[in-house]
T-cell receptor
């Protein structure tokens, strides 16, 4: 079964609203989680590294005020897309490494902004 | 910067056919190379990996060999099954297996009975 779970799997929202996506590690603690974005027919691109108890580290070109990341506990990281616009429509995927080094991915969340 | 290029899909095969999905990379140094698979409705899962030149990763009948001279890591399977239908991603990392992965675009494979 899944060891990293994302919610919601699909979300449709109106332009200008904010959307929160959750990423949970189900049977292990993760001090770090990673958020990826995949546009249609494009690669998964790392957006940011979520760090428990401290600020996220964003990749170059990713707006931190647009994509708010909170890693409030050792099993939960959230990505909030603020004031979403149609160009933010994408597939968002999180991942978390176990202490063994094995990396687990969530099922992904498809965001559609109308 | 680092990049991964894999063959465009979708790929449609009949059961028991031979599968090759090409993957080439551009990177400095000696990255680790991976194939991930995403079955419908599930998260990406590590299929196999290789950490140095000439290593062969294998799992579930799939194989890929790290070819530094051609900067390639092609995925092969001798006889595919319907259950192999999924999206396959080639990826590289300079950190041994987790953390910052650079992915290809993914190749969707459909295997028909």
């Amino acid at each position: 079964g899944a060891v990293v779970s994302q919610h919601p799997s699909r979300v449709i929202c109106k332009s200008g609203t904010s959307v929160k996506i959750e990423c949970r590690s189900l049977d292990f603690q993760a001090t770090t989680m990673f958020w990826y974005r995949q546009f249609p027919k494009q690669s998964l691109m790392l957006m940011a590294t979520s760090n428990e108890g401290s600020k996220a580290t964003y990749e170059q070109g990713v707006e931190k005020d647009k994509f708010l990341i909170n890693h409030a506990s050792l099993t939960l990281s959230t990505l909030t897309v603020t004031s979403a616009h149609p160009e933010d429509s994408s597939f968002y995927i999180c991942s978390a490494p176990r202490r063994t080094g094995e990396l687990f991915f969530g099922e992904g969340s498809r965001l559609t902004v109308l | 910067g680092d990049s991964v290029t894999q063959m465009e899909g979708p790929v449609t095969l009949s059961e028991e056919a031979f599968l090759t999905i090409n993957c080439t990379y551009t990177a400095t140094g000696y990255p680790s190379l991976f194939w991930y698979v995403q079955y419908p409705g599930e998260g990406l899962q590590l299929l196999l990996k290789a950490t140095k030149a000439d290593d062969k990763g294998s799992n579930k009948g799939f194989e890929a060999t790290y070819r530094k001279e051609t900067t390639s890591f092609h995925l092969e399977k001798g006889s595919v099954q319907v259950s192999d239908s999924a999206v396959y991603f080639c990826a590289l990392s300079h950190q041994g297996g987790s953390e910052k992965l650079v992915f290809g675009k993914g190749t969707k494979l459909t295997v028909n009975p």
